[in-house]
C-alpha cells in the first residue's frame, strides 16, 4: 500500500508507537527522481532534511511527492515521507505536515516542556495548536483533524546536555511518540572535540542506553541516526526501533570513490 492511502500513515503511526522496527534513509539533497527511486528500495521511511539538508519548502513537497511516487511502485512496499524540520517552532512543524509528511522529527530539544510544545505544533486543537490547512496532507493524513491527530508521528531529538538531563521526563510527554538521537551533536554536547572523537564513544553508549531505557519505560520508540546496515543491524539488536541507515549524500559519494579506486587499480 503506497502512501497515497490514508491507511498507509495510520499504519505506520501504529508500527512507530507499537515499537516495531522501521528503518529509514536520510535524504539531504533535492533530487526527486533519485528521492523516487529510494522510496521504491524497500524503506519504511525517508526522511527529508530540512535542517541540515539542501532542502527548503519547495524541494519538501517535491520530495515528498516522488516518496508517493516511489511507494506506489508495482511490488514497492510503501514507504511514507518523514521531514526534519528546521526548528521546534509551530509553522516548520506545521508546514511539513501541511505539504504531505507523515511525521516530524524535531531538533534541538532539549526539555519535556519544549518537547510538549513540539507535540502541540503537530497537533490540531483541542489537542494542539496546528492552524486548519491541509491543501495536501489531507489526501494522506486526515482529512478531519483527529484522524491526523491519531495518524501522526512526533519524535523530538535527543542531542543536547539538557535534553539527555531530562530524557526521563522528556520521554513521558503525553502525545510523543518517540526520542530521536543525533549521535554527531550529543556527542559534541557531551564534550568531544569533534562529533567522530573515538575517546568519547563510551560516554556515547552510556548516554544511548539512558535513551533506551527511558522509552521503554514510556513506552515510546527509541530512534538514532547510524552511518552503516552494520551499525543499524547493531542499535536494532540493542533496542532501538526507528533506525535510519545513512543517507544519499554520504552513499553518492562512497560509491563514487569506492568505483574511482577499482577503476583506477587497473592502471597499476
Keep these: 500500500m503506497g502512501t497515497g492511502s490514508q491507511g498507509s500513515a495510520a499504519e505506520f503511526a501504529r508500527r512507530v508507537r507499537g515499537r516495531e522496527a522501521v528503518l529509514g534513509y536520510w535524504v539531504a539533497l533535492d533530487a526527486p527522481p533519485a528521492t523516487e527511486r529510494l522510496a521504491a528500495t524497500g524503506y519504511d521511511l525517508v526522511v527529508l532534511d530540512a535542517q541540515h539538508g539542501l532542502i527548503d519548502d519547495r524541494a519538501v513537497l517535491a520530495g515528498l511527492?516522488?516518496?508517493?511516487?516511489?511507494?506506489?511502485?508495482?511490488?514497492?512496499?510503501?514507504?511514507?515521507?518523514?521531514?526534519?524540520?528546521?526548528?521546534?517552532?509551530?509553522?516548520?512543524?506545521?508546514?511539513?505536515?501541511?505539504?504531505?509528511?507523515?511525521?516530524?522529527?524535531?531538533?534541538?530539544?532539549?526539555?519535556?516542556?519544549?518537547?510538549?510544545?513540539?507535540?502541540?505544533?503537530?497537533?490540531?486543537?483541542?489537542?494542539?495548536?496546528?492552524?486548519?490547512?491541509?491543501?495536501?496532507?489531507?489526501?494522506?493524513?486526515?482529512p478531519a483533524p483527529a484522524q491526523s491527530n491519531a495518524a501522526v508521528v512526533v519524535l523530538t531529538m535527543v542531542e543536547t546536555a539538557g535534553g539527555l538531563a531530562e530524557v526521563d521526563a522528556t520521554a513521558a510527554t503525553p502525545g510523543l511518540d518517540g526520542l530521536f538521537v543525533g549521535p554527531n551533536d550529543l556527542r559534541l554536547a557531551l564534550g568531544a572535540p569533534t562529533p567522530d572523537d573515538p575517546a568519547f564513544d563510551e560516554?556515547?553508549?552510556?548516554?544511548?542506553?539512558?535513551v533506551r531505557e527511558?522509552?521503554?519505560?514510556?513506552?515510546?520508540?527509541?530512534?538514532?541516526?547510524?552511518?552503516?546496515?552494520?551499525?543499524?543491524?547493531?542499535?536494532?539488536?540493542?533496542?532501538?526501533?526507528?533506525?535510519?541507515?545513512?543517507?544519499?549524500?554520504?552513499?553518492?559519494?562512497?560509491?563514487?570513490?569506492?568505483?574511482?579506486?577499482?577503476?583506477?587499480?587497473?592502471?597499476?
Design 203 to 210: 560516554q556515547l553508549e552510556a548516554a544511548l542506553v539512558a
Design 214 to 268: 527511558a522509552c521503554a519505560a514510556a513506552g515510546i520508540a527509541a530512534g538514532i541516526f547510524t552511518t552503516s546496515g552494520e551499525e543499524a543491524a547493531q542499535r536494532l539488536a540493542e533496542g532501538f526501533s526507528f533506525v535510519c541507515v545513512s543517507g544519499d549524500l554520504a552513499h553518492l559519494e562512497r560509491a563514487a570513490r569506492d568505483e574511482l579506486a577499482v577503476a583506477r587499480a587497473a592502471l597499476g
Design 65 to 142: 511527492t516522488a516518496v508517493d511516487a516511489g511507494a506506489s511502485v508495482p511490488g514497492a512496499p510503501g514507504a511514507v515521507g518523514v521531514v526534519r524540520v528546521a526548528a521546534n517552532d509551530p509553522t516548520p512543524i506545521g508546514r511539513a505536515l501541511d505539504l504531505g509528511a507523515a511525521g516530524v522529527i524535531v531538533p534541538l530539544v532539549s526539555s519535556a516542556a519544549e518537547a510538549a510544545g513540539a507535540v502541540r505544533a503537530a497537533r490540531y486543537p483541542p489537542d494542539g495548536v496546528r492552524s486548519f490547512g491541509p491543501l495536501r496532507s489531507g489526501l494522506r493524513v486526515g
